[in-house]
Nanobody, 126 residues
Framework: QLQLVESGGGLVQPGGSLRLSCATSRFTLDYYAIGWFRQAPGKEREGVSCISSSGYNTNYAEAAKGRFTISRDNAKSTVYLQMNSLKPDDTAVYYC???????????????????WGQGTQVTVSS
């Protein structure tokens, strides 16, 4: 199975930046669309952003648009989520997930994502 590992979470002040990474050391991500999701206490898991297997297509939730940027480096089997202008409402556990979609688009809906990482905590607080 595809194993995903998130890293880069931590504590930042409002307005700060953080870059999350999602990587695998055993498999290539060339054939997978990758999504970032998050879950805050008391809330359902929600989509944040996604990127197609080619890297040409990206989508963002309204809450992330303009502040977050998703990218990928297939040579390193790594997908990144650059988060800028962070707000307290961004506090959540962030998960990356993979879906077997080669050369297609992607969606921020949870449906279809079969492989999940264990998550990394992001806390935005003064």
């Amino acid at each position: 199975q595809l194993q995903l590992v998130e890293s880069g979470g931590g504590l930042v002040q409002p307005g700060g930046s953080l870059r999350l990474s999602c990587a695998t050391s055993r498999f290539t991500l060339d054939y997978y669309a990758i999504g970032w999701f998050r879950q805050a206490p008391g809330k359902e898991r929600e989509g944040v952003s996604c990127i197609s297997s080619s890297g040409y297509n990206t989508n963002y939730a309204e809450a992330a648009k303009g502040r977050f940027t998703i990218s990928r480096d297939n040579a390193k089997s790594t997908v990144y989520l650059q988060m800028n202008s962070l707000k307290p409402d961004d506090t959540a556990v962030y998960y990356c997930a993979a879906q077997r979609l080669y050369g297609a688009g992607c969606g921020t809906n949870l449906n279809g994502y079969m492989y999940w990482g264990q998550g990394t905590q992001v806390t935005v607080s003064s």
